[in-house]
């Protein structure tokens, strides 16, 4: 519907909407997170949900303790390998539409331990994520932006069409898979179906090649 | 305010006194002094693996060391180490100071080390070791959590972490890592899984792991990691 011409009937009294959009503002505006943290981030999060910074004006002041409740997904903290299959199942448990905001540097890329043997690389190479906030932790208002950018992607939706969200494609997949735990690693160490490792080409003055990867 | 002469911590028990009072209580046990000669000074006891649980009890029940606030674990991997050492010789029919490298091994086992405190006499630490045979079959040691609870946890960890074995206690398991872990990632030789990710700015031990990943992936694209 033009913009416009909707603006126009707004001013008369008039309220014209799609069904897509009253879809959309209806999820967006009603997101329940699952009460879930892992580690120092889940200390912001919790802050972000208190007076002071108070995340129930946008709508998801629910925290949910059961996954079969909640449609938000806020990784907060450092994902340990023992700990990422129970975040996996966590995530299959609960109903679409479902998103996922990896919030912090671990729950990204693993942060400061990256390199250590217990520490998985980020949750993205197992489940999909919508929105990620750098940060060590990440402040209340970087959580309220990635928040308000989660309801931005969640607004601007179609609901028909090839780019249609997942939920309303029967092809596209809900569950993923529960990495085991291995002798030496998880098994698999990341879900090719979701995650690639990223490509990087980077060139150096004169013949350093140290940094190519 | 009062100030009770027992509120006073004591001076340290000296190791010197300590160690032959162990061995004339516990015939049979060996006990050697570690000295550390870093500016903390902070020698230990090694005890026999033998006596441990003999000497600890002892030092908790006759010496007051009521208190074990650390247990932690180090791992000596066998190495080589050579010395200059000054050798007279008989060099064409004169006698002649040579200079002779002189190779040793030490290290090739695991060692574990207790930090006891007595409370009541509120003195410490005394500082216990233990070492197990080699770092392979032989890595088997008393668990002193029958006497101090508080290494429970400790040892559950050295377990995990070094491969240490202890014979005795109440709930040896995994505590850190799954139980289907097979390795001890605190040991020197520990090799993880290659699983490395781009680094922009990799250097020291980043950089050598960026450098085997891809000497381990010769053939594949140089630009992109292909661990899918």
Known sequence: ?213 | MHLSSTSRPQARIPLETLKADIETNLPGCVVEIISNPSPSAQHSLLVDAEHAFAVATFLRDQRNLDYCSNVTGIDWPLKEISQKVKVKKLVDDVETEVEEVQKSLTGGYLEVVYHLYSMELKTGPVILRMRTADRADGVHLPSLTPIWRSADFQEREIFDLYGVTFDGHPDLRRILMWDEFTDHPMRRDYVEPDDYEYEPTAHDEVLRKTEAHYANKAGDNKFGDSAV
């Open chain 1, 1 to 213: 519907m033009n913009e416009a011409l909707k603006t126009e009937l707004g001013k008369q009294g008039i309220f014209a909407t799609s069904l897509q959009e009253l879809y959309n503002w209806g999820r967006r505006s009603s997101l329940w997170p699952l009460n879930f943290g892992l580690a120092c981030c889940a200390i912001e999060m919790i802050a972000t949900t208190m007076a002071r910074y108070d995340l129930a004006r946008f709508g998801a002041e629910v925290f949910r303790p059961s996954p079969r409740q909640a449609d938000l997904m806020i990784i907060a903290g450092t994902i340990t390998k023992k700990m990422a299959p129970q975040v996996v199942r966590l995530y299959n448990q609960m109903p679409e539409p479902k998103y996922v905001i990896s919030m912090g540097a671990c729950a990204i890329s693993g942060g400061p331990f990256k390199q250590g043997y217990n520490v998985l690389k980020g949750i993205d190479r197992y489940i999909p994520v919508d929105i990620y906030i750098p940060g060590c932790p990440p402040r209340p208002e970087a959580l309220i932006d990635g928040f308000m950018a989660l309801q931005k992607i969640i607004d601007e939706q179609a609901l028909t069409g090839a780019s249609r969200p997942r939920h309303l494609n029967a092809a596209e997949p809900s569950e993923f898979i529960i990495p085991k735990f291995g002798a030496h690693d998880l098994e698999p160490p990341q879900n090719p179906a979701v995650w690639h490792a990223p490509l990087v080409n980077i060139t150096t003055a004169g013949e350093d090649t140290s940094g190519n990867a």
